[in-house]
Structures are given as C-alpha cells and as structure tokens.
C-alpha cells in the first residue's frame, strides 16, 4: 500500500476543460478504448489537479482528475508500464493521470469474459466490489445517455472492435 501523509489529502484545484480534453484525446487515442466512455468516466470521478481522498473503505487513495486509485500500483502492468511515477506525479500531473486512467479502462476491458459488456469495464474501472460498481455504473450510464441525447445519439452496443 502507498504511504501518503494524511496533510497530502487535498480536493485540488480546477483545470481547464480544453487541457482535460486534450489529454483525454491523446489516452484514447494511445490505449485504443472510445474517448466518449473515458470522457464520461473522468466527469464521473470528479477530480481535479492534485486532488488527494482516502477511502476509508480499503485505506487507499484517489489521485488527480480521474481518481486514479492506489491499488494500481500493485498491479503489474502498471509496475511495467509505470515504474518511475509517483502518488504526487499522479495527483499532479493531468495528462499522466488521464493517460494511466485510460491504461487502467483498457486492463479492465482486457479483463472481460466474453459473456460481458462494455459496461463490466466501465464499473470495475472504479470499483470491482459489486454494489460500489453498481452505484458508479447507474452515474455514468446517466451521463453516457444525457451526452447522447444531447449528441443526437443513440447507445451504442458495442465499442470492441
């Protein structure tokens, strides 16, 4: 587990939408997954730039704008893909956090049975605990329908190639 001094906890500060937007492209683009569903997923979490919050369920942490827990740093893949990045980098840089946001939505998708939607991703990207994915997966399928509507789109069925 990161060891991060309980004065680190921070809310953060605001960041440009054009910058979250821009980072949000380039993630998408470099880890293959759609940039609507990462969009969303990020306006769900609901960070900011050096936002810091403990979750005293598990005794981790969410870092910078799309949340990016602790637990990842156990993982493998991000051990590999991520060996020199820090809790603070992570916390503070946009364009890391978003980039390892979208690493972390592409492992889940990688993680699917074949059985399993998209959706599946999207709830285990916050939580792969049940009722905390089912929570999440109510928000951001309200958010993914509103943008739709406002887009003059449908739901898609399918975003895996």
Known sequence: MIDIPDEAITKGT????IEIQQ???KSASK???DQTLLQIIIETENGKKGTVRYNKSNGSHD?????I???QFEENWFQKEYPNVTWQNLSSDVCLN???AGRVFKQRISELKPSQSIWNAVGNYHSKTHKYKLRYLQKVMKA???RAQEQGEGYRVSWLK
């Open 98 to 100: 978003i980039d390892v």
């Open 144 to 146: 993914y329908r509103v």
């Open 23 to 25: 980072c949000i492209e």
């Open 69 to 71: 827990n602790t637990i």
């Open 63 to 67: 870092l910078g704008p799309a949340q």
């Open 14 to 17: 605001p960041i440009a939408p």
């Open 31 to 33: 880890h293959s997954v």
